[in-house]
């Protein structure tokens, strides 16, 4: 049988097109997620301004609790789920002395880093390497690091400075040349003292600058604490040995002491939390990733399979027995998988370089960044197209090989009505489950959590059941599109009587574009609620007459100045950061956070309080919006607990819950508690509310943001006020879902030109019959517009239930935000899509004498 498989593979390997295209795009988006999580897991960088240092002891960037006693919760529950940080974790200074103690540690360096901006000659911040900011750090850090002056000497007092030599040639500075730095406030004038630059590192990744030790001290904003602490071991010592013994003698569940590569995810904190982005990515991802490849690489083999009943019949009627029919099946679809599987991880390896260039240009990876490609994501590719290929021969083939071959010669003329009893009980066990879970998100009120969880699973329930009872869809759905077509006495005739008498080879072509169709609307339709939203709340929340912002940060010492000014009734800074909240006992998650003057609040922003006060806010005091509320469990009176995005652990009291989280952010804090908790020590904004009367405010503002290079006055926030982070999350999500809809679309073309190609026979006997070429591509054209109906109708209503229970968990509408040219863009391309694939091979089709076709195989 085997032999006998590939033989009927090489005599008709136009008809295994299909199949292979469909698996082959399935492997390529396997491999693209699989790729995209093992860069995740095994991203690393080498270490660079660490690259001295034996051992780096550093503040854990990772959470596992939102306790105090991380360790024992470690130990209770093994292997947590780690939570990253945002802020950088600072290590104690004073930590040094002990760690200098222990034996075979020659020498402790702390890594002291300041908030600084280079002033380039055009009066703006100068962006760093890589598009990042620049950091200061003290003189002695360069210890840690292979650091030579090319130019120059150390700096000396309080208004000297080294540059490395990739930022003094992008800000065209020399030894004895002036630059103004702006720290945490006003610019102040410096002199480039000197000029170093990493031995073995052209290019580092982020820009530096030095300043002496003791300004070093009395400018970074984290008294007493450092970035990390670099140790130099005694000649002849272990560096394992020492990190091990470093961290016994600390004791702290709240460092790490690393050693060797891992240095280098102590220095470039983004990198681990790049990693813990993709992990995320990727899993959401791959779940409907192989969701829609397993559904569809089956549905495609099925398609293929049932275009060859006729064959398969009369193998059975000249003696095969079914075991032999089952195993040239399987056969067949084995060594079409494989080929496709091995194939698709070329391809997707190039997926995935053009998807981190768009990731890095909206801010979601480092721009330098470089996926990991190894041989697990190409393995399970493989292995998940073979199983599938291998399951759907099985499936397909058991109908005729479960009959008598007269039986079957019968079926392969005439489709079997109705579903299989199997199908049918899963199809209706999906849709009661799916109802079910639909009306619980009803019932559950303004719930955020229960209704977020919900859609996540009704969306792959309604999807599953769509797929499974494809033909009863496609017979229903003739029913009702059955008297338009008809409304054509011949072709549309044609073609309702094809779609009617035919419901399987339809549903063939109408379940791929219920898939693309429903994921497409609920993916983009959710985002664009989730937006409208947070638009809505910013506008009205918005009651401050004018914004000051900088791409850089502001100076907190900008609302002071501010507040001085006659024309002004109140002021404040907005300060942002992410929090981390457990949920539903031990799941962590991240939470944007801002801080505010309570006194100013009201006066500047309408949170839409529900209960309580925001003018309670103090030290130990926090505000939630209602998704927060939800997702804690909290209201006005009860204590959260939670890690600030430096992973300071904190337990506030909760003094308010208000509804416009959305448009502002989920947590709110006095902002001098959580400006203290952040690594820049900067203000995002500074929201203004004019005094009554006021005049000139606008010049007065800017003159005052005159001295702050880059700070800028607008009369109103950008329409989209989410952290880059947010929103860099909400495009990559776009990328992501868009991979898995293009994949689905390419099969709906794949889909109807198998379907169309496989009817040469049945044109040739229109034609013999007196229709003509023009009849036979109307009638096609009919039965195109039934499988776009159908396709986008039930695909559009199958995306409903999930939308209402994502509009009622953002806004307790159940209406979510559609935009027509959105909506028109998903049904147009859907359209072309199909039409295309189905008229291009029929006009091919019909370029064949009717004479010729007819005598021609299956």
């Known amino acids: 049988m085997l032999r006998l498989a590939l033989l009927t593979l090489r005599a008709r390997a136009g008809g295994f097109v299909g199949t292979f295209v469909a698996l082959l795009l399935g492997s390529v988006v396997v491999t693209a997620c699989g790729i995209l999580m093992e860069s995740g897991l095994r991203s690393t960088v080498h270490p660079e301004r660490y690259a001295a240092a034996d051992v780096v002891v550093a503040g854990r960037q990772q959470v596992a609790t939102v306790d105090r006693d991380e360790g024992q919760d470690r130990e209770k529950r093994g292997a947590p789920v780690d939570q990253t940080l945002v802020e950088r974790v600072p290590v104690r200074s004073g930590l040094a002395e002990r760690i200098a103690s222990i034996d075979g540690v020659a020498r402790v360096t702390a890594d002291i880093g300041v908030p600084a901006q280079v002033i380039g000659r055009d009066g703006h911040p100068l962006p760093g390497a890589n598009g990042a900011p620049v950091t200061g750090h003290n003189w002695s850090a360069t210890q840690l690091g292979?650091?030579?002056?090319?130019?120059?000497?150390?700096?000396?007092?309080?208004?000297?400075?080294?540059?490395?030599?990739?930022?003094?040639?992008?800000?065209?500075?020399?030894?004895?040349?002036?630059?103004?730095l702006m720290t945490a406030s006003a610019p102040q004038t410096f002199r480039v003292s000197g000029v170093v630059a990493l031995e073995g590192v052209p290019s580092p990744r982020r820009s530096t600058l030095f300043f002496s030790d003791d300004l070093a001290e009395r400018l970074t904003p984290r008294s007493g604490f450092a970035d990390a602490l670099g140790v130099r071991a005694e000649p002849g010592t272990g560096t394992g040995e020492l990190a091990r013994a470093i961290g016994d003698a600390l004791g702290e569940p709240g460092l790490v002491v690393v050693s060797g590569e891992d240095r280098g995810q102590a220095e470039f904190?983004?990198?681990?939390?790049?990693?813990?982005?993709?992990?995320?990515?990727?899993?959401?991802?791959?779940?409907n990733a192989v969701l829609v490849t397993v559904f569809v690489s089956a549905s495609t083999l099925s398609l293929a399979m049932a275009h060859r009943r006729r064959e398969s019949a009369l193998v059975r009627a000249v003696g095969a027995t079914p075991r032999q029919v089952r195993r040239m099946v399987v056969a067949e679809a084995l060594a079409t998988a494989l080929p496709a599987g091995v194939l698709g991880w070329p391809l997707g390896v190039a997926v995935v370089h053009w998807m981190r260039d768009r990731m890095a240009a909206?801010?979601?990876v480092p721009v330098d960044f470089q996926p990991v490609i190894g041989p697990l994501p190409a393995l399970a590719a493989v292995m998940i197209v073979a199983l599938t290929a291998y399951t759907a021969a099985l499936v397909a083939a058991r109908r005729g090989t479960r009959i008598r071959p007269t039986e079957a010669l019968g079926e392969a003329t005439v489709e079997p009505a109705g579903l299989g009893r199997g199908r049918a009980i899963t199809g209706a066990v999906l849709v009661i489950g799916a109802a079910a879970v639909f009306l619980t998100g009803l019932s559950q009120g303004g719930d955020f959590a229960t209704l977020a969880g919900l859609a996540n699973s009704l969306v792959l329930l309604v999807v599953i059941a769509?797929?499974?009872l494809g033909p009863l869809l496609s017979r229903v759905s003739m029913r009702v599109l059955g008297p338009l077509l008809r409304m054509s006495r011949v072709t549309g005739y044609l073609a309702a009587a094809n779609g009617t008498t035919r419901p399987r080879r339809l549903a063939d072509a109408v379940v791929p574009l219920i898939l693309a169709v429903s994921f497409a609307c609920t993916v983009v339709f959710?985002?664009?609620?989730?937006?409208?939203?947070?638009?809505?709340q910013l506008r009205e929340g918005l009651v401050a007459d004018h914004v000051l912002t900088s791409a850089a940060g502001v100076a907190p010492e900008v609302v002071e100045k501010v507040r001085r000014l006659d024309q002004v009734e109140a002021a404040t800074g907005v300060v942002r950061s992410t929090v981390v909240v457990a949920v539903g006992g031990d799941r962590l998650v991240s939470l944007s956070a801002q801080g505010v003057d309570p006194a100013s609040l009201r006066a500047t922003i309408d949170l839409g309080t529900r209960a309580g006060s925001t003018e309670r806010l103090g030290r130990n005091g926090v505000a939630l919006s209602t998704v927060a509320a939800s997702w804690l469990g909290l209201g006005v009176g009860d204590t959260a607990r939670l890690r600030l995005g430096d992973g300071t652990p904190f337990t506030p009291r909760v003094v308010a819950v208000y509804e416009r989280g959305s448009g502002f952010a989920d947590l709110t804090f006095e902002h001098d508690l959580l400006l203290a908790h952040t690594t820049a020590r900067l203000d995002q904004s500074v929201l203004v509310r004019a005094a009554p009367g006021a005049r000139d405010l606008a010049p007065a503002l800017a003159e005052a943001a005159r001295r702050y290079p880059g700070?800028?006055?607008?009369?109103?926030?950008?329409?989209?006020a989410r952290p880059g982070q947010q929103k860099a999350n909400a495009w990559?999500?776009?990328?992501?879902?868009?991979?898995?809809?293009?994949?689905?679309?390419?099969?709906?073309?794949?889909?109807?030109?198998?379907?169309?190609?496989?009817?040469?026979r049945e044109f040739a006997l229109l034609r013999l019959g007196g229709t003509t070429p023009a009849q036979i591509m109307r009638m096609v054209r009919w039965e195109s517009l039934a499988v776009?109906?159908?396709?986008?109708?039930?695909?559009?209503?199958?995306?409903?239930?999930?939308l209402v229970l994502v509009a009622l968990a953002l806004t307790g509408s159940p209406w979510p935000t559609v935009p027509p040219t959105a909506y028109l863009g998903i049904a147009g391309g859907t359209a072309a899509l199909t039409g295309v694939a189905a008229l291009v091979p029929a006009r091919l089709l019909l370029r064949t004498r009717p004479v010729d076709a007819i005598g021609s195989g299956e």
Request: proline residues 3%.
């Open 269 to 287: 904190p983004d990198v681990p939390a790049t990693g813990s982005r993709l992990v995320l990515l990727s899993s959401a991802l791959a779940g």
């Open 362 to 364: 909206h801010g979601f």
């Open 788 to 802: 776009v109906l159908s396709g986008v109708g039930i695909g559009t209503l199958a995306s409903v239930p999930a």
């Open 732 to 760: 990559v999500n776009y990328l992501g879902v868009g991979l898995v809809v293009a994949y689905t679309g390419v099969t709906v073309v794949n889909a109807q030109a198998m379907n169309t190609a496989a009817r040469r």
């Open 526 to 536: 959710a985002e664009t609620t989730a937006q409208r939203t947070a638009q809505d």
């Open 466 to 468: 769509g797929a499974v």
């Open 711 to 720: 700070t800028v006055v607008q009369d109103q926030l950008a329409d989209d």
């Open 146 to 180: 292979s650091y030579r002056l090319t130019a120059g000497r150390a700096p000396r007092g309080d208004r000297q400075v080294v540059l490395d030599a990739g930022l003094a040639e992008r800000a065209g500075l020399a030894v004895g040349d002036t630059v103004e």
